[in-house]
């Protein structure tokens, strides 16, 4: 006879590595948000330098555009990396089960009442 305490074991083990495993992915996140802020205001300020350069020839120019670009790529990819869908896959699901439950048990609730 198996104790049930011995069958939570592994999924604890499991649940615990899951939680590593996501901490330690939120902690290199958090480190590429801190260096693409900090990137992100050393090409602000080349940006404004440059803009405020009274002699604007062809290459300023066109390290202007180049940074121009590669800041609004750099913006986008701090937005799209602090939402993901596989964030909330578990919480989508628990809202279905547990919002299919309500449903059910309301409509169980009304069907006896009425």
Same mark, same amino acid.
């Given at each position: 006879?198996? =104790?049930?305490?011995? *069958? +939570?074991? &592994?999924?604890?083990?499991? /649940? %615990?590595?899951? @939680? #590593?495993?996501? !901490?330690?992915? $939120? ?23 440059? =803009?405020?350069?009274? *002699? +604007?020839? &062809?290459?300023?120019?066109? /390290? %202007?555009?180049? @940074? #121009?670009?590669? !800041?609004?790529? $750099? ?40």
């Amino acid at each position: 006879m198996t =104790k049930p305490e011995e *069958n +939570q074991q &592994p999924d604890f083990e499991q /649940e %615990l590595e899951e @939680l #590593e495993t996501g !901490l330690r992915l $939120l902690k290199e996140r958090y480190a590429q948000v801190q260096r693409d802020q900090q990137q992100k205001a050393q090409w602000q300020q080349e940006i404004k330098n440059l =803009k405020e350069n009274k *002699n +604007q020839t &062809p290459e300023i120019k066109a /390290e %202007l555009k180049r @940074l #121009e670009r590669e !800041l609004e790529a $750099l913006e986008i990819n701090l937005e799209s990396q602090l939402f993901s869908w596989k964030s909330l896959n578990r919480p989508f699901w628990q809202a279905v089960r547990f919002g299919g439950l309500g449903i059910i048990i309301g409509w169980v609730l009304k069907s006896s009442i009425g």
